[in-house]
C-alpha cells in the first residue's frame, strides 16, 4: 500500500465510526471498496491489517451497532468478507471471535439495522467474498450461516433473494470442488457437510406445497447446474429429478417458468450431453403439462440442442406451432405443407388459451411469432421447415388484425374480435414476415403477402409503429424476389406491386406525422440504394413525385425527417434519380442539390442535418461523386470552413473523417501484389510540389490543428490520428533542409501555443509547406493521443485522491480542499 495512503487510513477509520461524523455517500464507499479489492489481490491481506491496526478496530467497532450507521455496517461487512478471503487472514481474524460476531447466528441477526436491506446485502457480499477456501466452509457449517442464507432466499427485497440463492450456489461448488464423487447419494456421508445440509434444503423445497419455496429450490438448481459442470451434478440431479417430476402430478404445476429455466439449464450441461438420466423423459412429459404459454420457451430451448432425440424435437416443434394451426383452422385455411395441423398435443388448450382474453391471446401469438422468427436462421432449426404454411399463418393473422379475414368458424369469430387493431399483434406479425421473407416460398403465396403489405401500408389505422414494421417487411420481400431467368428486372409480380407502391409511398411522405415521413423515406433510401439500376424500379419511380416530394421534405420542420431527406437525396443523386431535371440538359439540377446541402451545414439550427450532410459529402468524396470530382480541393475547402465553425462535436468529428479521406486520395495507399518478387526498397520519390502544397494548405492544416485542442476529446482524437497519418505519409518525403529561425514556423508555433489555451487567435495565413511539416514533426503526437486515450478523471482517480476527499468532508483535513472530479 502507498505509505501516504497508510498515512490517511486511521483518520478515515475514526470518521467511518463515528456515528456524529457525516459519512461520504455510497459510491465513495464502492470506490474504497474497491480499492482494498485491488490491495488483497496485490499483497498479503494478513500483512495489510498488521500494518494498519486501524482496520481491525473498524471492523471490532461495528460489532457495536448501536455506533454505526446502516451504510458503514454495510460497507464493513463487505470489507471484512474482501480480508478473509485470504485462509491466514481468515484465521487471524478468527482469533478473536471477529468474524463470528459480524456472520454468526448470534450476531448481526440480532441488530435493528438487520432490517435494511443494504445491510443484509452486506452481509451476504461480504460472507461470498469469505468463502474461498476449506477454513470457511468449517466456518460456515458451524455459525449458522447457512441457515440464515436459506431464510433470505425469500426475503423482501428481490437483490438480496437473488444473492442469496446464488450464495448458495457458490458454496456448494466450493464445497465440492476436488472432491472424487461416486455415485452415492448427497444425502450420504460422502458428502461434505454443507454440501448435504444444502441439498437436504432444496429437497425440502421441492416437497413443499408453498409455490415460493418451491420456486426457490429450483433457481439454486438452474444456477447450479448452469454453472458447475463437474460429474457431481450428474448424481445431484439422479437424487433430485424424481422429485422435480412429481411437480408435473400437482395441478396447478408451481413455478412453471422456473421449472422450464432448470429443464433447459440441464439440458444445456455437458455433464448430460451423453447421459441417460430420465431427463428427455422429463423433459416430453413437462412439454405435454404446461400451458401453451409456458411450454413454449421450454420448446424453443429444445429445439435449440443439437444433442436432442428427434422424436422429442418433433414434439417440441409442434407445440410450437400450435397456436399458429388454430388460427388456420379457425379461419378455415387447409396448409400447404403437411405438419401444421396434426393434431399436435395440447390443442384444446391453445384454443383456450386463445379465446381466454385479448391480452392472453396477443401474449400467446406475439411470443409464438417472436420464437418462430428466433427459430428460422439456426442452422438446425427443424426440417422440414413449413415456410407455406408459416407463410399463410401469418398473413391470416395480419388479416384478422385489420378484418380483412373471413372467420369459418364461432372461434374465428371470437378471433376477429380479439385480434382487431391490436398493435402488439401486428408488429410482431410483420417482423416474422419479413424474417419468412429470406427463405424460398412457394410463389403462388408472394402475390398474398404483397397484397397484405399493401393493405397494411395503404391503412389510415395502421400506427406509425406498424407502418415501419410494413415498410420494412415490405423491403424485405423486395429485395429477396427472383429475378426472371436470363433477365436483369424482375418477374411479373414486382413491376404490378411498385405501380401500387408509389402512390402509397407518395401519401406517406406527405403524412402529418414525422414518424411515418421518416420512416417511408428510411423505406425509399435503400429501396434505391439496392434497386437504383432496375428499370422496372427507375420507370415507377420517374413516373411518380417521390423525388419532388423527397426534395421538399430537406426543408421539413422536424430535424429527424429533413436528417433522412438528406440521405435519400444524395442516394438519389448518386444512382442519377434525382428526378428527370438530374439530366445532362439540366445541370444545374445537381448544383443546386449541392448547394441547398452546404445552406444546410451552414445554416440548420439542428444537429442531425448538418452530421447527415457531412457523412454525405465524405461519401461522395470516396465514391467520387461527379459534383464532388468537378474541383475535389474546392469542395473540401468549402465544407471544411462550414465545418470547423460548427458547435456539433459530431459534425466537427466527421469534418475530419473527410480530411483523412481527401489525404488518403491524395498520398494514395498503393498495395502490394502477392505474386510479385520482392525487389530492394527504393528510396521514394519526394512529393510533387503541388500536392506538397495542396496537402499544407491553411484550410486544412489549421482546421486539423484546432481541432487538436479541441474541447470535446473525440475531436481531438481524431484530429491526433488525422496528423499522425500526415506526419507519417510525409515523413519519407521530408527536405533535408533545415528550416532554422523561420518566421514562418515562430508564427505557426505562437499560433498553436495561443490555440492550446483556449484562444481563438489569428488564421495561420500561408506559411511555407516546410514550416508546415516541421511544426507538425515538432508535435509531441504520441504522447498527446496516450493523454487524449485517458479517462477524464485519471488524475483524481488515485485512492489518495480518494481518501483525502472522504476526509475533506468532514473537515479533517488542515486545507480542507476536495478534488473536484
Not at 596 to 609: M, Q, T
Amino acid at each position: 500500500m502507498d505509505p501516504e495512503c497508510s498515512r490517511l487510513l486511521p483518520a478515515l477509520c475514526a470518521v467511518l465510526a463515528d456515528p456524529r461524523q457525516p459519512v461520504a455517500d455510497d459510491t465513495c464507499l464502492e470506490k474504497l471498496l474497491d480499492w482494498f479489492k485491488k490491495v488483497t489481490e496485490a499483497e498479503s491481506s494478513l500483512l495489510l491489517l498488521q500494518e494498519n491496526p486501524c482496520l481491525v478496530e473498524l471492523l471490532s467497532h461495528v460489532l457495536r451497532p448501536q455506533d454505526v450507521s446502516p451504510r458503514v455496517l454495510s460497507f464493513s461487512l463487505r470489507l471484512a468478507g474482501t480480508f478473509a478471503a485470504q485462509e491466514d487472514c481468515f484465521q487471524y481474524l478468527q482469533q478473536g471471535d471477529l468474524l463470528l460476531g459480524l456472520f454468526g447466528e448470534a450476531g448481526t441477526l440480532g441488530w435493528a439495522a438487520w432490517n435494511v436491506p443494504t445491510v443484509r446485502s452486506g452481509w451476504i457480499q461480504g460472507l461470498s467474498s469469505l468463502a474461498q477456501h476449506p477454513s470457511a466452509l468449517h466456518f460456515l457449517a458451524d455459525s449458522g450461516a447457512v441457515d440464515t442464507v436459506f431464510s433470505l432466499q425469500g426475503d423482501p427485497s428481490l437483490f438480496v433473494a437473488s444473492a442469496a440463492s446464488q450464495l448458495l450456489v457458490h458454496i456448494l461448488a466450493l464445497s465440492m470442488h476436488g472432491e472424487a464423487v461416486e455415485h452415492h447419494s448427497p444425502q450420504g456421508s460422502a458428502w461434505p457437510t454443507c454440501a448435504q445440509k444444502i441439498v437436504g434444503h432444496v429437497e425440502e423445497s421441492l416437497r413443499s406445497t408453498a409455490a415460493p419455496q418451491v420456486t426457490q429450490a429450483l433457481n439454486v438448481l438452474t444456477t447450479t447446474f448452469g454453472r458447475c459442470h463437474s460429474p457431481w451434478t450428474e448424481v445431484l440431479w439422479e437424487q433430485l429429478s424424481p422429485l422435480v417430476a412429481c411437480l408435473l402430478e400437482r395441478d396447478p404445476i408451481p413455478a412453471g417458468h422456473s421449472l422450464v429455466d432448470l429443464l433447459l439449464s440441464v439440458a444445456r450441461s455437458p455433464v448430460f450431453s451423453s447421459a441417460d438420466c430420465g431427463l428427455w423423459e422429463t423433459v416430453a412429459q413437462t412439454l405435454s403439462r404446461l400451458s401453451p404459454t409456458q411450454a413454449g420457451p421450454l420448446a424453443l430451448g429444445t429445439l435449440k440442442l443439437q444433442h436432442c432425440p428427434q422424436a422429442l424435437r418433433t414434439q417440441a416443434f409442434g407445440i410450437l406451432l400450435q397456436p399458429l394451426a388454430c388460427v388456420l383452422k379457425a379461419t378455415t385455411q387447409a396448409p400447404t405443407s403437411p405438419g401444421l395441423l396434426d393434431g399436435t398435443l395440447g390443442g384444446s388448450m391453445t384454443v383456450d388459451a386463445l379465446l381466454s382474453s385479448k391480452s392472453a391471446c396477443a401474449g400467446l401469438l406475439c411470443q409464438t411469432l417472436a420464437q418462430l422468427e428466433e427459430l428460422h436462421p439456426l442452422p438446425h432449426r427443424p426440417s422440414p421447415w413449413p415456410q407455406a404454411s408459416l407463410l399463410e399463418a401469418v398473413v391470416t393473422i395480419l388479416q384478422l388484425c385489420d378484418g380483412s379475414a373471413a372467420p369459418g368458424s364461432s372461434v374465428g369469430g371470437r378471433l376477429c374480435g380479439t385480434l382487431a387493431g391490436c398493435v402488439r399483434v401486428q408488429r410482431a406479425a410483420l417482423d416474422f414476415l419479413g424474417t419468412l421473407s429470406q427463405g424460398t416460398s412457394p410463389q403462388e403465396l408472394v402475390p398474398q403477402v404483397f397484397a397484405v403489405l399493401l393493405e397494411y401500408l395503404e391503412s389510415p389505422d395502421s400506427s406509425p409503429t406498424v407502418l415501419k414494421k410494413a415498410f420494412q417487411a415490405t423491403l424485405g420481400w423486395l429485395l429477396s424476389s427472383p429475378k426472371t431467368p436470363g433477365c436483369s428486372d424482375f418477374g411479373p409480380h414486382i413491376p404490378l406491386f411498385l405501380g401500387e407502391l408509389f402512390p402509397v409511398l407518395q401519401k406517406r411522405l406527405c403524412s402529418p406525422c414525422w414518424e411515418v415521413r421518416d420512416s417511408a423515406l428510411e423505406f425509399f433510401t435503400n429501396l434505391s440504394r439496392h434497386w437504383g439500376g432496375q428499370a422496372d424500379f427507375r420507370q415507377a419511380l420517374f413516373s411518380s413525385e417521390a423525388p419532388t416530394l423527397t426534395q421538399q421534405l430537406l426543408r421539413d420542420p422536424e430535424s429527424y425527417v429533413r436528417a433522412s431527406a438528406v440521405t435519400a437525396m444524395a442516394q438519389l443523386s448518386s444512382q442519377g434519380l434525382h428526378a428527370t431535371l438530374a439530366s445532362p440538359e439540366h445541370p444545374e439540377a445537381e448544383q443546386g442539390l449541392l448547394r441547398e446541402f452546404l445552406n444546410i451545414l451552414s445554416a440548420d439550427s439542428e444537429g442531425f442535418p448538418r452530421r447527415a450532410v457531412v457523412q454525405v459529402f465524405t461519401q461522395w468524396l470516396r465514391d467520387g461523386h461527379a459534383e464532388v470530382a468537378r474541383d475535389t480541393e474546392q469542395f473540401v475547402a468549402t465544407v471544411l470552413q462550414v465545418v470547423s465553425q460548427d458547435l456539433d462535436w459530431e459534425v466537427r468529428v466527421q469534418g475530419l473523417e473527410l480530411a483523412q479521406v481527401f489525404l488518403t486520395q491524395k498520398l494514395g495507399q498503393p498495395g502490394h501484389c502477392p505474386y510479385t518478387v520482392a525487389l530492394p526498397e527504393a528510396p521514394l520519390p519526394r512529393l510533387r510540389p503541388e500536392v506538397l502544397r495542396t496537402l499544407c494548405q491553411p484550410w486544412l492544416l489549421e482546421f486539423a490543428f484546432r481541432a487538436l485542442f479541441d474541447c470535446d476529446r473525440p475531436v481531438a482524437q481524431k484530429a491526433c490520428n488525422l496528423l499522425l497519418f500526415l506526419r507519417d505519409k510525409t515523413a519519407p518525403y521530408a527536405g533535408t533542409q533545415e528550416t532554422g529561425d523561420s518566421p514562418h514556423l515562430d508564427s505557426m508555433e505562437a499560433a498553436l501555443q495561443r490555440w492550446q489555451a483556449g484562444e481563438q487567435g489569428q488564421p495561420l495565413g500561408d506559411p511555407e509547406p516546410e514550416a508546415m511539416l516541421a511544426v507538425l514533426r515538432s508535435l509531441d503526437l504520441e504522447g498527446l493521443q496516450g493523454r487524449l486515450a485517458e479517462s477524464s478523471d485519471h488524475v483524481e482517480k488515485s485512492p489518495q485522491s480518494l481518501l483525502q476527499d472522504m476526509l475533506a468532508t468532514v473537515d479533517i483535513l488542515e486545507e480542507n480542499e476536495a478534488d473536484c472530479y
